[in-house]
């Protein structure tokens, strides 16, 4: 570890007989604004329990591809967000509260 590092005393990990393509998928999607958000607000706290783990909701790995993923940071919270079949007003309310420069590629332009 390096000089800054902060090391805690428990460490939790998934196991997967999934494929590596699976599993980068599974990270994306752990690592999203939107399951973040999702976490903060059933969260008391900052550890993370497993059965935190075990209640997020994941989608179907195999309902999407790994090119969509691959896009850029600010895509990606659009993007899963859509996997979520979440709707506009929705994935603004959600993003807004997690990441202010994801909102500017998805607010819709005036209709002058």
């Known amino acids: 570890s390096e000089k800054n590092d902060i090391l805690g ?7 997967s007989t999934r494929s ?3 599993l980068s998928k599974l ?9 973040n958000w999702r976490f903060k607000i059933t969260s008391s706290n ?5 059965y935190e783990i075990d209640e997020l909701p994941i989608v179907d790995l195999d309902s999407f591809n790994l090119n969509f ?4 940071e600010s895509e990606n919270g659009k ?11 929705e994935m ?3 993003l807004e509260s997690t990441n202010k420069s994801i909102l500017e590629s998805i ?4 209709i002058i």
Do not use: A, K, M, R
């Not at 607010?107 to 005036?110: A, G, S």
């Open 92 to 94: 603004c309310y959600v």
């Open 79 to 89: 993007v899963i967000c859509q996997l979520y079949g979440l709707t506009h007003d």
């Open 46 to 50: 900052n550890h993370i329990n497993n």
């Open 107 to 110: 607010y819709e332009p005036e």
């Open 69 to 72: 993923l691959e896009i850029n």
């Open 20 to 22: 590596e393509e699976d």
């Open 27 to 35: 990270q994306f999607i752990l690592n999203s604004s939107l399951l």
């Open 9 to 15: 005393n428990s460490c939790n990990y998934i196991v």
